[in-house]
Every structure is written in C-alpha cells, then in structure tokens.
C-alpha cells in the first residue's frame, strides 16, 4: 500500500464506495469520509417504525451493474437477492390488472393487437437500452477534440449505433428524443399499457409522458437486468460493497460531513470536516452531487466562470417522493391475484394520467392524482419486518422539490391525498396502517444531502446525458481542478444504483485521466 | 431628470458635457458610442491631433462603460476575472488588463480602478455587466454599472500636467502613471488618474455630472496658455494606433460577440500575453491559456511599418510566397512617425520581428482604384512612444 496522504472519497453511497473498493485494490490508500452515521447514501435500508425497515429512497435495483458485482466479490460480501425480474401490475380500480413479465403480457384485459405487438416493442427497445448500457464503462468523450483518440468514445457509440442493423439504427435515432407518449400511441391502444410503459419513462425525472426526451429516460431505465429485491433491502447492496472496500483495506469514517474541498498548490490540498478536521488528501473524488461538490464544497471561485454557471444551471429539481408504510398484514390490491402483491404495482391508468400528473409538478404543486410504483418487499424478505406484518414502500410522483406552497404545510394533506389513492385500489389497507414516513425531495436532500433531492442527483435527458453530464467541460470524472474527481449519479451514466460512476472514477484518477 | 422609464423616448443620450462639446463642435459631425452622442471632430482632425502631440486635448469620455465593485469578496473576484496578478495592485491604482471566457479568448480589454482593499471600478469599452454578474457566482460582491454617474474627460498631451497644475490642483505632477487621486473641485471632488489612450502623457479626468459644466469650462479657462483644443474620436483613434493599442470589435472581436469560434483571439495572440500570469491558482480561461502556451498560439498580433505613404486600410498580408496569412485590422499615416502604419493579425508563425510581410494595398485617387503590393516591416513596441509619457514628474512645459 502506498505511503502518503490518502485519497479521500466523500460519501459512501454505492457510488462512492465503488470507487473506494476500486482504488483500494489499486493499492492506494483510501479513506471514505461519510456524513451520515451509516454507508448507503440514497441505497440505504433504514428502520422508520420499530422493527420495520425499508429501502429509505432506491427500494428495487433495475441496473445494478453485473461486472461490479463479480469483480468486487460482492455475493461473497454478503449480497443476496430476495427475488428477482419482479413483474410489473398495471392497478385498475376495475377488472383484472395488467400483467407484464419481460416481453410478455400475461394477464389483463388489452387488445389482441397489442398482446402481439408488446413482445417486439419490448425486444427493440432492450436493443436500443443495451446500447446506451454498452457506453456504462465507457468515459464519455471530449467535446473538443484535440487529439484522435479523444474521438474513439464517440465513434464507439456511433458503431454500436450502426451495430443495431439499418432498420433498427433509424429507428432508435427516430425515438431516442421523443416523447414516450407518442411512440406508445404508434404501438399501443391499451391505455392501462401506456400508462404503465409511461412510468418507467417519467420516474425518477422532471418530465411528463408528453415530454421530449422521455423515451430517453426510458431506454436508460430498461438497461439493467429489470427490478430486483435485494434481500435486507437495496442498502445491503451498499453493505457489500461497503465490506469489499475495507477488505481491500479502504478505511470508512460515520459521521464525518465535509464542510469544503481544500485547494492548494495548483490543485486540491484535501478536505475539511464540518468538526474543523483537516484531513489532506492525494486525490478527492467526490460521490456528492455536483452542485454539492463544486458550489458548496469546493466553491464556485475554485472553477472558471462559464463552468460554474453550467453548474449552477444543471437541471435537479427532484419530482419523487417515498412513502412508507407499516402495514398489519398484507394489503389487498382490486384486481390483483394474491400471488402478485409483491411484484411491482404501478400506479398510473393511462398515459395522459402520467401527464396530467406532471403538469402539477411544472407549476410547483403536487399531483393529487400522482403516480406510484409500490412494492411490498415482506412479501419476498421476512428480514424486513415481523412475521406477518408487511411494508409497503411507494415512489409517488410528482412531489416537486419547489412546491410553491411549502412542503410544512403541504406535507399532511399531500400524504392524506395519496393514503386515500391507496385505499381506492386496496380497500381496506389505511385501518392496516401501523406507521407510516413521508419522505418528500426536500426531506431527501437533506437526509442524503442531495441537491434537490433529485433521483440522478442532476436531471438524466439528452442535454445532460454522456459528454455533456453532468456539465460540458466536466464530463470525464476528473474535474478542473486537478486531483479532484467527481463519481457520483451526477456523472455518466446517471442515478439508479448502477455503480459504473464510482468505477469509471476510479480508473481515470488510477489513469492519471484529465477533464 | 426624467423618470427612469421614460429612457427610450431620447434613444441616444447626451453626455453630461454636451452642452459644451455642442457649442464647440464647429462641424456638427457626431457619432454614437453605445448610448451616447459624441463629436467625430470639432473643427479640424488635423489641427486636433497636433494640438494633441504638441499641446494638449481633452476627449469627452463619459460613454465609456464604467462598473462599480465593491463587497468582501471584491478583490477575489476581479483577480478571478482578469488574467494578471492583482494582488500588487494597491489602493490608488489603476491597473490595465484583459479578461477572457473559459476558452481564453479575450472578451474585452480595459482599465481596473482600486480605490480601496474592496472597492474597484472597472473601465471597458463593451458592455460587461452581465459577464461580470455571472462571474460573481459564489462572491459576495455588488456589481453595478455606473456609466451614467461618472462624467469623464481625457485630457492628453505634453502640456496637460501644466493645465492641470493651473487648474490649481496641487500635486498632481507628483502623479505616476497608472496612479490615480482625488482633488477638491469647486466644491466637489474631482478623481485624476494618470491613464489614458494615446501613449503620450495625460490624465483622466472623473467628476459627477453635476459638476461637469464647470469642469469643462474651468479647463479651458485654464488650458487657454498652453494650447488645450477638444478632441474628437478620429484625432483619439490616430493617437492610440500610433500607440499601438488595440481596440474592441476592430482589432478583434469579442469572445461573446462571436459565432465562429475561429474568429476571437487569446492574450497572446494579441500581444498581451504580458498581462497573463499562469502561475494564479484559478482565473477564467486559464486552463485554456496554459494550453496554449504549451502548444503555441495561432495567431500574432503585429504591428506593421509599411513602405510608402498609402494607409493599408483592410489589406490583406502576405507572406513572400504570395500566401495570405492575415489582415490589417487598424491602419493610417502617422504624422509622428512619419511612416505608414498598421495593426495585423497574422497566422503564426509568421510575424516574427524582422519577418518580411507584404500588404496588398488598394486605394483610389479620382475614383480610380490602383493596388500595389507593399512591403512591411515588423515593429516592436509602439510606434511612437515619447519619454515624457512615463517620466515623473513630467517634464516641465
Ligand atoms: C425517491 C427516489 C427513489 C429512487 N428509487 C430508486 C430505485 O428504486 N432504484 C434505483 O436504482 N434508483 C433509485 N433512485 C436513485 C438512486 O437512489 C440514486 O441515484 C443513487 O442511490 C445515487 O447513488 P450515489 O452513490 O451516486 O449517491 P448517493 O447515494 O446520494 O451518495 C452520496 C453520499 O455522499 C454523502 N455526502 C453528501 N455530501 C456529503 C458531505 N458534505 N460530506 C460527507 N458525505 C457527504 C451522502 O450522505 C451520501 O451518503 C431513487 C432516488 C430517489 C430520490
């Protein structure tokens, strides 16, 4: 191990400590300085009631990232899943609920022609996902190139485009921009198929079912191996890889929040703990958001003036609340075959709901008639909550970060609007609640102290997306500063727990990589 | 005054001397500098200019840009924006420089007035207040342009440190060039800096408009001795080519003016590389600049003797194969030289001094156009460049 100051990475988040556990079996010292008084960042498992515990803000993986697991050994560490490929219920108030299980339907009311159609849509569009997923371990391109290798990245994206065949090519250049709610019109007549195709396109995102770029958020989300239920909730994901890193000799530091990124001698000095602790630092990579990183802790004066305000401008007002309930037993969804109430439930009839849901968002008011997309994790998990009794953890959306009204005031009648959209699809479940949290985006960025509380830590679409996330000039995980690096869901590829950040970070500062 | 939202009914304003620079402007020949008014010449360019060299002029000032930066992290933030080191630029100082965007392309050039540890004025000839707005990200500083708070005068010349003098203000000889202070005037207070851009001795002049009348007529009373004349730009354009400074938007154009990004230059590609210290820890367009001056500028400034007695108004310039490599942006006969000279930006590595040039020159005598190609010499440093104008005190007139 080398001998010297460390490098320090901030947060232990599945980023942060990938890129911890990564560095550390590259020899280098690391030492990983996390404010909260445990590892997980946004992929933590938390008890909010006694003895209930939940996935507190990511409660399904969709994208974790295969290689990082066999890599860093994280089976061996401890990881585990309770069930996974989850189906996908469409709720209806009436009828049978849709069914989805990969490229088929295998339940509900829809249209012959939409039962044939789905199988190929789905198809195409795992194609069209599995290019963008391809460029995960990719480190986006300069965008101005000055030498010829700086173009290799992009030219690899482009042949992994033209890869697709021509039909397919033009086609994903046709919908990669697009509006999910159109290209499900081309496809589909069903509007409980829409809807339910229309959440996977908006979660986590500000934007509509009739927002451009959607379809992008889309394909991003389809990359993975589809939801997942890691046993001991999403944090045990963090877990592993928090027990990667200390094996590979990576030391974590609990409660330890970062006041600011020190700078000296032509490049960062190190760090300095909130405690008044000055810690120096070979490197500092930062799993923190990107504003959180470059505005509050290293300051806006430390960067020239264009990048700053790039930063300043990046998009990340959160949408998604969590809601979480301590349930006596289990809920009975309308519609729902017994056996189907711990897949994924979604919330969200058609695809103009989706819209009309967002349209709140745009003028700063919550949905009163939002989006969800439920789990009852118990179902697969008994480590979650005592026998017998369940946990339901729902993402609603759209809850905006800037509600005009204030979330103090907003807070009760916004989670009452949503107990009672609960209670309309399983009749019966509010006289089962035990205990219930609302976590809104501005609850999250402070908890997590994510900017904006936002799901990608900085909003995923086209403008923000591979050379130009999180900003132009600041897209390569090394920063401008030398021997600060960024590895955050800020970076490429973006939230979710995925993991390919914290790596990629890893291996450009182990590269000796520049912005 | 009128209300401030009465402003567009005079679309272009008139400077707080106007009524002066009115009854003096014999020609009646005016132009707009952004939103002001101003006399191209009042009586005569010729006699401006000599009396300018010789004696001395005064060049109505006011339109010129001027911000106020003032707060706790006023001087972090100037020496953010610009490429020099500040940290030598005391109170009482004015100090030259240039600021570029990320890219290091040169947004504009200008002059930075400390007037105390966080108090600045900044001086430019574009408008730079939304640049320096969203420079101040992360400093607490109040910005503001003050362009129309300030009346100003630029009284240039050999003799002007004497009309100064009888204008009664004590000292002022002891000033240093790019020192600046402040004198009691009928009442107000009058700020004399010794800057200026026409390479020759001379002062700046800063005053509330309300005391500008007054200013103006205390000068001339005192500056009929020693020759003073009002000026107009095209004697004041004469006087800083044969300086050799540059100018915004004619010798190259501003980094946020323009689309092709070919198009703008960098300090060095301007002859300023003086003015750029890479050894700053951070300012805005330094990663770019220490790029550059690993892999070399594209272009270079030049400043050009060329043969004959023809200005080389918009030539091209070749190189002796007959290939064009750049173009004259300023140009003229200079009376003090006794020579045709010019600014060009050249591609490198041409332009070295010694460097044989060519300017395929066009002009036109009774509406016929003859062209000839003329051979150019590269100067360094100003064309003309009188002692006096760095000697303190200057020398007696
Ligand atoms: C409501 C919601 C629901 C979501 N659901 C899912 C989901 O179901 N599936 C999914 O895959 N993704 C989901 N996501 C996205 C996912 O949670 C995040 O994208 C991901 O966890 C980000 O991981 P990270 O390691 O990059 O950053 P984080 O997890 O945010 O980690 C950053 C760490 O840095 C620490 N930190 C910050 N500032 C400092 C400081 N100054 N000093 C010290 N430490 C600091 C934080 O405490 C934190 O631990 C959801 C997000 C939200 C908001």
């Given at each position: 191990m080398t001998e010297g100051p460390p490098v320090v990475v901030i947060g232990a988040g599945h980023n942060g400590l990938a890129a911890a556990a990564y560095l550390a079996r590259a020899g280098r010292r690391v030492l990983v300085v996390e404010a909260q008084g445990h590892v997980g960042g946004a992929a933590v498992t938390r008890e909010f009631a006694p003895r209930f515990r939940v996935s507190s803000v990511a409660h399904l993986t969709h994208l974790l990232d295969a290689e990082i697991v066999r890599e860093l050994g994280l089976r061996r560490h401890g990881l585990e899943f309770a069930r996974t490929r989850l189906r996908t219920v469409a709720l209806a108030e009436q009828g049978e609920a849709l069914v989805l299980d990969g490229n088929r339907i295998v339940a509900g009311a829809v249209p012959d022609a939409d039962r044939a159609a789905y199988g190929p849509f789905i198809d195409r569009m795992r194609r069209f996902a599995a290019v963008l997923a391809r460029q995960h371990h990719r480190v986006p391109p300069r965008l101005a190139w000055a030498r010829w290798r700086d173009a290799l990245p992009a030219a690899a994206l482009g042949l992994d485009i033209r890869r697709l065949g021509r039909d397919d090519m033009r086609e994903f250049l046709r919908v990669v921009t697009m509006a999910i709610y159109d290209v499900l019109e081309e496809s589909f007549a069903s509007p409980a198929l829409k809807g339910a195709l229309a959440v996977d396109a908006v979660l986590g995102t500000r934007l509509g079912s009739r927002s451009g770029n959607s379809v992008f958020s889309y394909l991003h989300r389809l990359g993975g191996g589809g939801p997942a239920l890691p046993r001991g909730g999403v944090g045990s994901v963090c877990d592993a890889l928090a027990a990667a890193a200390r094996s590979a000799g990576a030391e974590i530091r609990l409660d330890s929040p970062v006041a600011a990124i020190t700078v000296g001698g032509g490049g960062v000095a190190g760090v300095r703990l909130e405690s008044g602790e000055s810690i120096a630092a070979a490197a500092v990579v930062s799993s923190a958001d990107p504003k959180t990183t470059l505005l509050r802790l290293l300051g806006a004066r430390h960067l020239e003036a264009e990048l700053a305000q790039r930063v300043h401008h990046l998009r990340s007002t959160g949408t998604a609340a969590k809601l979480h309930l301590a349930l006596s037993g289990l809920p009975r969804f309308r519609g729902v075959a017994a056996g189907d109430a711990g897949e994924r439930l979604v919330l969200a009839p058609s695809a103009t709901y989706v819209d009309e849901a967002f349209n709140a968002a745009k003028y700063r008011r919550y949905s009163s008639q939002p989006i969800m997309e439920i789990t009852v994790p118990t179902v697969h998990d008994?480590?979650?909550?005592?026998?017998g009794q369940h946990v339901l953890s729902a993402i609603v959306q759209f809850a905006p970060y800037d509600l005009a009204a204030g979330w103090d005031a907003a807070r009760g009648r916004f989670q009452e609007c949503v107990l009672e959209l609960l209670e309309r699809h399983a009749p019966g479940i509010r006289g089962q609640v035990l205990a219930a949290e609302l976590l809104t985006p501005q609850d999250i960025e402070r908890d997590f102290r994510i900017s904006g509380g936002h799901w990608h830590h900085g909003e995923l679409a086209l403008d923000q997306a591979l050379m130009l996330r999180p900003v132009p000039g600041a897209a390569r995980y090394a920063m401008p500063v030398a021997g600060l690096y960024l590895c955050g869901a800020g970076c490429h590829p973006g939230g979710g727990v995925i993991g390919a950040a914290g790596r990629n970070a890893a291996r450009v500062l182990l590269a000796g990589g520049s912005p | 005054m009128r209300p401030a939202r009465e402003h567009y009914r005079e679309v272009v304003q008139r400077t707080p001397f106007h009524s002066r620079t009115a009854a003096a402007n014999a020609l009646n020949l005016w132009h707009r500098w952004r939103d002001y008014t101003v006399a191209d010449a009042y009586v005569d360019v010729g006699l401006e200019y000599v009396a300018l060299r010789n004696a001395c002029a005064v060049f109505?000032?006011?339109?010129?840009t001027k911000h106020r930066i003032s707060g706790p992290d006023a001087a972090a933030f100037v020496d953010r924006l610009?490429?020099?080191?500040?940290?030598?630029?005391?109170?009482?100082r004015v100090g030259y420089c240039v600021w570029c965007d990320d890219r290091g392309q040169v947004i504009d050039d200008g002059t930075l007035f400390r007037f105390a540890d966080d108090e600045f004025r900044l001086c430019s000839q574009e408008r730079q207040l939304d640049w320096l707005l969203r420079s101040s990200l992360g400093f607490d500083v109040a910005i503001r342009e003050e362009t129309a708070e300030v009346a100003a005068l630029a009284l240039q010349g050999p003799t002007s440190c004497a009309v100064l003098a009888a204008l009664g203000l004590e000292g002022v000889a002891g000033l240093a060039p790019f020192a600046m202070r402040s004198f009691p005037f009928a009442g107000a207070e009058l700020l004399v800096s010794?800057?200026?851009?026409?390479?020759?001795?001379g002062y700046e002049l800063w005053i509330a408009p309300a005391h500008a009348e007054a200013l103006w007529d205390a000068l001339f009373a005192a500056g009929a001795a020693y020759g003073l004349k009002p000026m107009g730009t095209h004697a004041l354009e004469m006087s800083r080519i044969e300086a050799g400074f540059i100018q915004a938007g004619v010798d190259f154009l501003p980094a946020d003016h323009a689309v092709r990004t070919d198009r703008t230059r960098s300090p060095f590609e301007l002859d300023l590389g003086w003015l750029v210290d890479l050894s700053k820890p951070n300012f805005t367009g330094r990663r770019a600049l220490l790029e550059e001056s690993r892999i070399g500028p594209r272009y270079r400034l030049v400043r050009l003797d060329v043969e004959g007695n023809k200005p080389a108004r918009d030539a091209y310039v070749y190189d002796d194969k007959r290939n064009v490599i750049g173009a004259v942006t300023s140009s003229m006969w200079s009376p003090m030289a006794k020579a045709s000279i010019a600014l060009a930006s050249v591609r490198q590595p041409w332009g070295r001094p010694g460097d044989e040039l060519w300017a395929e020159i066009y002009y036109q005598k009774e509406l016929k156009w003859n062209r000839f190609n003329a051979r150019c010499r590269v100067v360094e440093g100003a064309f003309y460049q009188p002692p006096r104008r760095r000697a303190t005190p200057p020398p007696p007139w």
């Open positions: 008994g480590t979650l909550a005592p026998a | 109505d000032l006011s339109p010129m610009v490429t020099r080191d500040l940290t030598r630029l005391r109170p009482g010794r800057t200026g851009f026409t390479g020759d001795l």
